[in-house]
């Protein structure tokens, strides 16, 4: 007992660079949090669930109206964000810095399982640069900033992933138990989960082969991941069983239609293509999709099996999430983009060679012997800067984009226990009183009677498709409403506050 102290004091020296990292990953991930990634219906939509749990113990949408079963109870899967926003809420109060600094937090356990899964299988400096890329991924960068569950899924695939390598390694079915239950709460983080399961079911048959059905790993790994997501399960059957599941399949009913409309193949490659073009900084992120790419296909015909594993794991999601996932989105990247970085990092080790000394790197880095080191470094400073760039932009870009005060200027004018209608973005500044959004299509107006209402935000006047939601508002806006302010807002538009009479 003596020694634990030397021991923990010798363990954070062995890996102080990569909690050199990681403390520069909270700088990066808290930097202007407020202001950027700018707020818009994805963070509002998932946070209030969470808050009617820490409020009222059920989870529900209360802004919506008749929408698809949501205004009644959340069915989809996509749970775990809330009963771990819940307790924030309950702790810190409810906004969208509160919940972005718990993103900011699972974020920096993904850097830890990141560094685990790199350092076990391949290199220590393997795993610092996986980590590095990890933090600096512009996707990334927005993903750990953002209220959405792709942080919570990704997090949870990469300790998985993490313990299904050893279970293979050692051939140790306990390993594939805390693999297959994380797989089955990942499943009940976010429907794309599924890909990764299928994914790590192909690399039990490719192992196992006849005997993957008898192998006890196997058997483990499917048994532990039922017990994983049997809690969602019994919830779908507390809550729905009653209706004969039918707001379950309503909810989930968006997602199938999608896949059976004509022309989804086009219309969704050109939806991603658009979403590319808006986060990524198209076409400066060219470099990046080509050395990740070759990266992916090195690793492919790679000696190491944890590298062919993590890129068949790559691979089985980019192709899957094009067949089979009906709503298009760059975000979802989020799942495998910290494999990718493993990847880039493992092949860039490997061209460095064996440890030198920096100053004896670039003394003989332009020499003939040394090209591999030359395409390694170069590779490293190309992703480097072209990541952190990404991320410079991004947060100058929205430097004046402050939700704060956009929201203070609107509750200036709007009284805290008046009935308000506008846009999803907004409802965290007006949580605590009655509040509908777009997403009721003005349907409920006549017994909703909205005292105030909030027009010319980007989102809803900035959008064809909510053209007669915007004409509807417009028309009671003539026949009942009064300007009451006007306040323009970087990133949120101009927007009109009126006060409707009925």
Request: hydrophobic share 50%; net charge positive.
């Amino acid at each position: 007992m003596a020694d634990s102290p030397r021991s923990i004091k010798l363990v954070l020296l062995h890996h102080r660079y990569f909690l050199l990292l990681l403390a520069l990953y909270f700088v990066l991930a808290t930097l202007m949090l407020e202001k950027y990634p700018r707020v818009w219906v994805d963070e509002p939509w998932e946070s209030i669930t969470a808050y009617t749990l820490e409020t009222e113990g059920k989870m529900y949408n209360p802004v919506l109206e008749n929408y698809t079963g949501f205004d009644k109870v959340l069915l989809q899967p996509r749970l775990v964000l809330s009963f771990v926003l819940a307790p924030a809420f309950a702790l810190f109060g409810v906004g969208h810095v509160e919940g972005r600094l718990v993103s900011v937090a699972v974020g920096a356990l993904l850097m830890l399982s990141v560094y685990l899964l790199a350092a076990r299988f391949f290199s220590r400096r393997t795993a610092l640069i996986a980590v590095w890329f990890t933090i600096i991924e512009t996707m990334m960068f927005i993903s750990y900033r953002t209220i959405r569950p792709e942080i919570y899924l990704v997090t949870l695939e990469c300790y998985s992933l993490f313990f299904f390598s050893i279970g293979l390694r050692n051939d140790s079915a306990r390993y594939f138990f805390w693999s297959g239950l994380l797989s089955g709460i990942a499943l009940w983080t976010h429907p794309n989960a599924l890909l990764h399961v299928l994914a790590l079911s192909f690399l039990l048959l490719i192992t196992y082969r006849t005997r993957v059905f008898t192998s006890h790993c196997s058997w483990t790994y499917f048994a532990a991941a039922f017990v994983g997501v049997l809690p969602y399960l019994l919830y779908v059957v507390a809550n729905d069983a009653q209706n004969s599941f039918s707001t379950f399949f309503l909810q989930l009913d968006n997602r199938t239609n999608a896949l059976a409309q004509q022309n989804w193949f086009i219309a969704s490659f050109t939806g991603e293509w658009k979403r590319i073009v808006e986060y990524a900084q198209f076409p400066y992120r060219v470099p990046i999709v080509f050395i990740l790419a070759f990266a992916w296909l090195f690793s492919m015909y790679s000696k190491k099996r944890e590298a062919r594993n993590v890129a068949i794991v790559v691979g089985i999601h980019a192709i899957l999430s094009f067949l089979i996932i009906s709503n298009k989105t760059v975000l979802y990247s989020t799942s495998i983009l910290p494999l990718l970085c493993i990847l880039a990092a493992v092949g860039i080790d490997e061209l460095l060679g064996e440890s030198r000394s920096m100053a004896a790197r670039l003394k003989n880095i332009f020499r003939l012997p040394c090209w591999r080191e030359s395409i390694a470094v170069g590779l490293f400073v190309v992703l480097s800067l072209n990541q952190s760039a990404g991320d410079v932009s991004l947060l100058w870009r929205n430097r004046n984009c402050s939700y704060t005060e956009t929201v203070r200027r609107l509750q200036s004018v709007i009284p805290a226990d008046a009935r308000v209608w506008g846009s999803l973005t907004f409802w965290f500044g007006f949580h605590q009183q009655p509040y509908r959004s777009q997403y009721t299509y003005l349907r409920e107006v006549e017994s909703f009677k909205p005292e105030y209402m909030i027009t010319g935000d980007p989102e809803v006047w900035g959008k064809d498709f909510w053209l007669p939601v915007r004409d509807k508002a417009n028309k009671i806006i003539n026949e009942r409403g009064t300007l009451l302010a006007e306040i323009p807002a970087d990133c949120y538009g101009t927007l009109r506050v009126y006060r409707l009479r009925w």
